[in-house]
């Protein structure tokens, strides 16, 4: 017990932690719109085009002088992020491209220009490794002000705009039709998802973040039939994993993000293997409407007869 | 005296590289009951979708209660029912968080208050109240095109545009469907319905407008049906393949030109 005490008394821990859940709460919020749309892929190409956005950042931070060089990549992967989940979502809509493979050439597009602007920066790919694979344990004290209000803005906009981001997501056409601002309510959902990979870039890294928007919905979709219970669940499953893999490592050195995915995942997999036994207890019913239908069937005591 | 409800003027569109309405003229006023026909492909759905703003025209204008198509259109009066869409979205929803999405529109992004009940009172005008809390997966087809009328009908809209919403329902609930628009119709509903055939609705429909490549043929009194089966007062008068057992088979045979053998055209 005292060692919890310690590990909550550790100012980096406390950091780490608040961060931990932060990230937990809003990415499956975020995650279920992206669900909901069959973009589940998509946080994975922002992120790969955020790393492009950390390179630049750092590539300026060196040409202006300034100390640490890396204090714009967070910015930078902030920019780069919004940029390229616009240009997807502008992409979808034109209609021209189909969106996976827009979303490819995202993905090698990230990676490629990432690697390659580091080594322009003066850095190696290894300065990239932090990014990639998470650096929860070096949060700052600014790196969490920006976490902070960062993830207030994506649950502010994900929970609070709800129904009409479900409209959008659910029937675009029926919600043109309701003169809803299809455009302006698209391009929050294509902004949230890049402001969530940002902030979970930190805990669990730019190649694992959407595991952390999606594995928690996929868990939820499976124990509930309601959007707002699935985004619920998504998001209690998101703090659990988070915080429960964060406290694992302040024992156990291993990597954090890593951990996190992997228990994510691990959930799903009991979820959806027990839920079956779950949902097999519960006594049948019949989902048949009692309403006459048109079809003449031989209802006589003698058709019953026969068929006995 | 007063404007119409839908006013289309020499529509014209195109999607893609097909010209889909060429010159189109619609115009509901308020009360009417119109049913657009037409075979597939002739243009039907476009129109109405052009109607309720999902696409743009290339050419003419449509004006909805009087007002352009934009953003002073007053969308809360209007009620749209698409075409079934696939249920198979991401995400479960319940009925009635579909249904209470209608409840949405122009600049209105929040549920008001109330919207549990009123969702569930629009599912019980298509008889599907107790499923409100279902997934909309688990519905059947002809449910789920049930749950998309409620969505249109919550909103208590005085103009209603449908697109094909009988297409695949079973005759109780199509009938289900005619009482339920009866009442509307009778509080001064105004209807815009695309139909593949008048059927159920056929009492209803004041008007029928007939599509064909893209422009109207026929604008007046609902046409009369080639008598099906189905029809009161069909006859008989052409032999049953029954009465022909030696020219049946060959139709699948020979290489004559199908549908030589075969009786029932328009039926």
New interface residues.
Partial sequence: MSEIGYMLTDPLMQRALVAALLVGVSAPVVGTYLVQRRLALLGDGIGHVALTGVALGWLVGAALGLVPDDVLAIPGAVVAAVVGSVLIEVVRRRGRTSGDLALAIMFYGGIAGGVLIIGIAGGSSGNLMAYLFGSISTVTSTDLILTVVLCALILLVGVGLRPALFSVSHDEEFAISSGLPVWALNMAVAVLAALTVTVAMRVVGLLLVSALMIVPVAIGQLVTHSFRRTMAVGSVIGVVVCVVGLSITYWYPVSPGSLIVVLAIAVYAVVAGLHPLLARRRPARDPHPDIPDDVEVGTTSEAGECER | MTSPVIDARDVHVRLGASHVLRGVDLRVDAGEVVALLGANGSGKSTLV?TV???LTPSQGSVSMLGHPLG?G?P??R?G?V?QR?SAA??????AA??V????????R???PRGWRSRAREALDQV?LADRA???TS?LSGGQQQRV?IA?ALVREPEVL?LDEPVAGV????QE?FAATMTRLIGSGLTVLVVLHELGELAGLVTRAVVLRHGKVVHDGAPPRPHGGHDATGHEHVHPHTSELPVQAPEVGLTDGPLGTGSTEVGS
């Fill in positions: 979708r309720v703003g999902v953003n259109v969308w809360h209007i749209y698409p869409v979205a991401g995400v479960p929803s319940t968080e579909v209470a999405s209608g409840l949405l529109h122009g600049r992004l929040a549920l008889g809390d279902d997934a688990q998309l969505r545009v079973d005759r109780p609930s289900a």
